[in-house]
């Protein structure tokens, strides 16, 4: 499926503030920046900073990006409405706002009375002057403001009219986006899309409203304008530069007035024009408008997630409205009242609905959608834009960025995953592992005739993968299609197709499990092929723990020794560890390290002990899982026996040795390597 977008949705993202807030995320500076430039390869209109002035870290990041700017998103700086009882301009958080140096700024405030009255302690009209306040401050600073309205949702259903006042406070002090918040995460999507609906209608807010006058990309029914055809006649070359001077539309002529739609009051230039030069929803990142663009020929683009026109913001010079005079197309029919504020939906997760939620709102009308990657939120999380994008963008035809941008949709997943210091969720929808993974054989057996018995959409378009996961329970499809998977072109008459299901099967029986274990797999598979390389060979190992006691609590410290043969050269080498695992994995790297640099690269990332009979006591068989990581990939090995010692042995052994063959593979490519053309 590809994106059919009649008008794009803004992305915004929040990983660096609300996903840091997630318990067990901590990030650093250097983290931060990587995230945010992360997101602006994936084409994220928005990014928010976070809340200058409120952490030192914060401060710096804003410093860090005016030195080195993003290549194309708008970083957003965080900040609440001014105190109580204080004017915004003496407002030492509103200067630290000020004092970051972004363009756009978002500025939350209270929307549920409870909050004005038991959580601020002021007066219900001090909290629409708070907001109204702030906003017209800023705007008189020449920022750009995105007002979130914090806990919308209870407060609409708690007393309408006030949630509705705070947002009529926003829009006339020239907030140029009402981002509706579902702060407590407590509503459901039906819930959403009705208030969501009734705000649009209220506020008359997020299209424009021309009194009919204009129906701009959209279907014009009694033919009056027929927008978006080849226009024949050529009697209006509209969208060109108009060299007889008859029609002097779209300069800004605002007296002064820095802002991109109007001043404070609401108020418009007769002469502004719609902007498309930039992917935020009016004017450039500046607020500048361009000298030759025209109302009549702006239709929805479809080559760009920009609102209007191509990713040059040129506009086709054919695109005109066909039976409109000189006289009727005049620039006041595009200016406010019909420019209005955008609407923006910010759901979180506590009912699992937080993605469902920001759909059901874009359904309504809104066109920003606020969440996180991978979902990092407090509490439950935040709406998950790994799944946002791709349902917006390839389930409803709204584009939010680019298809080449929207296929690096997993790698950004995995790499702030990564970045955070939190394992990725396999299975995660769209960029999970496990997504698009078929383990049952008839399955296994459908997909391989047709991907689209058990897939919702090709797996490549948002840059994951399909998998094959073995198991006892595959027959020859799934081995087969694994085997191709790993480079291995195998036909179902090989023996070898036999042999490797029945030592699948013999193995999983004692123990092992290959679902989460690909990497042992592949060498397993390997093996009975015939073409296993061993890059080193182990003559055994010794490890010793010492169990010490310190001044309040016992503590261990482990030795192990391990000897291995290299081209036929026996190596010795001891390390020390935390524990034993650790020091066996710190001994053979030390031993291979001068043979095979790349090993310095390897890391454990991830450690499973799991007990397979329970009632055994201290004699149960053990599996261990090991997952291994260069920076670039990961991959997983197993062992398993009844010393635990052993199977990790085992484990971290087929890892490092995995991680040589991957490093192998890379320089010369498994499918041209001697073996497989021997076979």
Same mark, same amino acid.
């Given at each position: ?12 993202? &929040? ?13 650093? !500076? ?18 928010? %900073? ?8 914060? @401060? ?6 005016? $030195? ?98 705070? !947002? ?24 959403? /899309? ?37 226009? @024949?006649?050529?009697? =209006? ?9 008859? *029609?002097? +539309? ?15 009051? %609401? ?17 450039? /990142? ?30 086709? #010079? ?6 409109l005079q000189p006289a009727n197309l005049q620039p006041a029919n595009l200016q406010p009242p019909n420019l209005q504020p955008m609407l923006g939906i910010h759901t979180h997760n506590d009912s699992d609905t937080a993605v469902a939620n ?33 349902? =917006? ?21 995995? !790499? ?20 698009? #993974? ?30 094959? @996961? ?90 192990? &020794? ?10 010795? $080498? ?39 009979? %329970? #009632? ?35 484990? +971290?052994? $087929?890892?490092?040795?995995? %991680? *040589? =063959?991957?490093?192998?593979? #890379?320089? &010369? ?11």
């Amino acid at each position: 499926m590809t994106s059919t977008a009649s008008h794009p949705i803004w992305i915004y993202d &929040t990983t660096l503030r609300d996903g840091a807030q997630r318990e067990g995320i901590s990030l650093s !500076l250097e983290d931060k920046l990587r995230i945010a430039r992360q997101l602006d390869e994936l084409g994220i209109p928005f990014i928010e %900073g976070g809340w200058p002035g409120a952490n030192p870290k914060d @401060v710096q990041f804003f410093w860090k990006l005016k $030195e080195e700017p993003l290549k194309q998103a708008e970083v957003v700086a965080f900040c609440s409405t001014r105190r109580p009882n204080m004017i915004a301009a003496e407002d030492r958080m509103l200067q630290a706002i000020l004092a970051a140096g972004t363009r756009w700024v978002t500025i939350f405030g209270k929307s549920w009375d409870l909050h004005v009255t038991e959580g601020l302690k002021t007066s219900l009209e001090e909290n629409l002057a708070m907001i109204g306040d702030t906003i017209e401050y800023l705007r008189s600073q020449g920022r750009r403001v995105i007002y979130d309205a914090e806990h919308w949702f209870d407060g609409y259903k708690a007393n309408r009219e006030y949630a509705l006042k705070t !947002l009529r406070a926003a829009r006339d002090a020239g907030a140029e986006w009402l981002v509706l918040c579902d702060t407590n995460g407590g509503t459901l999507p039906e819930e959403i /899309a009705q208030i969501v609906r009734d705000v649009a209608k209220e506020l008359k807010v997020g299209r424009l409203n021309v009194e009919n006058e204009l129906n701009v990309g959209r279907l014009n029914v009694d033919n009056e304008l027929k927008v978006g055809r080849l226009n @024949v006649d050529n009697e =209006l070359k509209v969208g060109r530069l108009n060299v007889d001077n008859e *029609l002097k +539309v779209g300069r800004l002529n605002v007296e002064g007035s820095n802002l991109p739609c109007g001043n404070a009051k %609401g108020e418009q230039p007769a002469n502004l024009q719609p902007a498309t030069e930039t992917n935020l929803p009016y004017g450039n /990142a500046k607020g500048e408008q361009p000298a030759n663009l025209q109302p009549a020929n702006l239709q929805p683009g479809t080559e760009t997630n920009l609102p209007y026109g191509n990713a040059k913001g040129e506009q086709p #010079a054919n695109l005109q409205p066909a039976n409109l005079q000189p006289a009727n197309l005049q620039p006041a029919n595009l200016q406010p009242p019909n420019l209005q504020p955008m609407l923006g939906i910010h759901t979180h997760n506590d009912s699992d609905t937080a993605v469902a939620n920001a759909l059901a709102a874009v359904s309504q009308g809104a066109c920003m959608v606020q969440g996180t990657i991978n979902g990092y939120g407090e509490r439950c999380g935040n709406a998950n834009l790994c799944s946002v994008i791709p349902n =917006l963008q390839l389930k409803l035809g709204l584009r939010c960025i680019q298809d080449n941008q929207l296929a690096k949709l997993t790698q950004a997943s995995r !790499l702030i995953s990564e970045i955070v210091n939190l394992a990725p969720n396999e299975h995660a929808a769209f960029v999970g592992r496990s997504a698009f #993974a078929h383990k049952g054989g008839i399955h296994v057996s459908a997909v391989a005739k047709n991907p689209l018995t058990y897939e919702h959409i090709q797996p490549e378009q948002i840059g994951n993968q399909r998998r094959i @996961v073995i198991s006892d329970q595959s027959g020859l499809s799934n081995v087969l299609a694994k085997a191709r998977s790993f480079g291995h072109d195998l036909d179902k008459k090989d023996p070898a197709c036999r042999e490797i299901l029945e030592r699948l099967k013999d193995l999983e029986n004692e123990g092992y499990q290959f679902e989460a274990a690909e990497a042992s797999f592949d060498l397993l598979m390997r093996d009975a092929l015939g073409y296993r390389e061993h890059p080193f060979e182990l003559k055994g190992c010794q490890i010793h723990c010492d169990m010490l006691q310190g001044v309040s609590k016992p503590y261990s410290n482990s030795v192990a &020794t391990i000897k291995v043969s290299v081209n036929n050269q026996d190596i010795l $080498e001891v390390a020390e560890g935390n524990g034993p695992v650790s020091a066996l994995d710190a001994a053979l790297r030390k031993a291979l390290v001068n043979f095979y640099p790349e090993i310095a690269d390897f890391h454990l990332t991830d450690y499973k002990v799991r007990i397979l009979d %329970g #009632a055994a006591g201290t004699s149960a068989k053990t599996r261990v899982l090991v997952e291994s990581s260069n920076g670039e990939q990961r991959w997983t090995t197993v062992g398993v026996s009844s010393n635990i010692l052993e199977a990790s042995y085992e484990a +971290v052994v $087929e890892g490092i040795e995995y %991680g *040589l =063959l991957l490093e192998s593979s #890379a320089k &010369t490519p498994l499918s041209h390597s001697p073996a497989l053309k021997e076979r």
